[in-house]
């Protein structure tokens, strides 16, 4: 598959876990989990050229894409990554709470999802 493919699996999956997540139907959600978490890893797989195609979903259109995204690419993209958690994170509800505990997992040193 594709940079691009890739991407659009990754935005796609989460979009749809969120969806799965708020009508309450954990199974969808967590095949959707694995299928997005299975594209970073393809990804990341092609080095920092993967994760700056994942990048590109700094400007997606849903506040969850754009927090996962920001979520996975923290250590590769710090300033741009922290800046979108930052901003979902000043709402409320569910996503900017993810957000937020990201941001709080970054400062403890305990973030681990794309390590070195």
């Known amino acids: 598959m594709t940079l691009e493919g890739l991407v659009r699996e990754f935005a796609e999956n989460v979009a749809a876990q969120t ?3 708020w009508q309450g139907d954990a199974k969808t959600g967590n095949r959707c989990a694995r299928k997005y978490i299975s594209a970073f890893e393809q ?3 092609h080095g920092d050229a993967g994760r700056e ?3 590109v979903l700094f400007s997606h259109p849903r506040m969850d894409v754009r927090v996962m995204a920001a979520a996975y690419l923290l250590r590769y993209r710090t300033h741009e990554a922290r800046e979108v958690l930052m901003e979902a ?3 409320e509800g569910f996503v900017p ?14 973030w681990a999802l794309d390590p070195e």
């Open 19 to 21: 969806d799965a997540i």
């Open 89 to 91: 994170a000043r709402g």
């Open 97 to 110: 709470f993810k957000a937020g505990q990201t941001l709080k997992r970054w400062a403890e040193g305990t």
């Open 53 to 55: 195609a994942l990048s």
């Open 43 to 45: 990804l990341r797989a």
